[in-house]
Each structure stands twice: as C-alpha cells, then as structure tokens.
C-alpha cells in the first residue's frame, strides 16, 4: 500500500510539473507553483515584522545639527544676492558711462567735421590777389627785397633794449 501511494504521489508531482495538453479550444490554467495557504501568509508576515527591542529611537538631535548649516546657507544665499546686486549697478552704471563717452564722441567728430569744413571755406573765401592789391596800394607796403633788408650790430652789450633807437645803416 506504501507503494501504490508513493507512486500516485509520484504521478500528481509529475502531472503538475509537466505542460498540459490543449483538449480543444480551451487551455487549462496552470496553478501557481507556491500557493501559501492563508495561515502560512499571516505567518510568513509575522516573520518580517521588525522586533520593537530593536527599533531605532527617534532623532531629535538632527534638528539641533541643521540649524546652523541652514544659517549658514541662509548668510551665504544673502551675500550672493547682495553681490550680484552690487555688481548689477556697477554694471547699469558702466554701460550708461559708455553710452554717454559714445555720444560725446559722435558730437566730437561732428563739431570737428564742422570745424574743417568752416576753416576750408575761410581759406577759400580770402583772395590773395586782393589782399596783395590793397596792401601795396593802399597801405603803401612794398614787396620785401634785398634793398629792403638793413642788417643791424650792436658790440657795446649782448644784449638789446627794448625802447633804444635803432641806428640806420645808410
């Protein structure tokens, strides 16, 4: 009798391990291979239930530990924003200096381009020829030659009195 149940027992281990046979158009459906019954679960649960002697106490000290790290990021976040502010209006400030050294220069050169175009205008304006007439004619100035020219030396002193008469060579 031993036998005959070792071997039923042996045949339902093999009909479950093997594939089954498709008996028309349905297909059996297989059963899990582990199927805990409900105590073995409740049981299987308690097992992982952490044991309370071995539960960790809570923190309280981590509070204490953040609070001068956070003050620390709070000082550190303060003076960025303080520097970036700073360097924002130095930097308004540069672009609005630059702006206006620009505009200086444009006013520059168009005051010198004025200023060449009114000293060719002058210099074409005066006739030579005209001014040559009126100051021999008028003025009695004669054209500088070497009859013209007396030269002057004095020995007494190097040096020259501004008021003195000025002796004529002739």
Partial sequence: MAAVNQREAAYRRNIRNASYYVDGSAARVPEPAF????DQRRRHHRQH?????YMAAPR???VSVNIPITVLLVIT???SVLVGYRYLCLKSSLDTHMNSIKTLETRLDTLRTENDA???SIDTSVDLNKVYEVATNELGMVRVGQDNIIQ????ESEYVKQYE???TGQ
Avoid: F, G, S
């Fill in 35 to 38: 199927a805990p019954q409900p």
């Fill in 152 to 155: 002057y030396d004095k020995t």
């Fill in 60 to 62: 309280t000290n981590c």
């Fill in 77 to 79: 976040l303060v003076i």
């Fill in 165 to 167: 008469d000025i002796p």
């Fill in 49 to 53: 239930r952490p044991d309370p002697r």
């Fill in 118 to 120: 009114l000293e060719k």
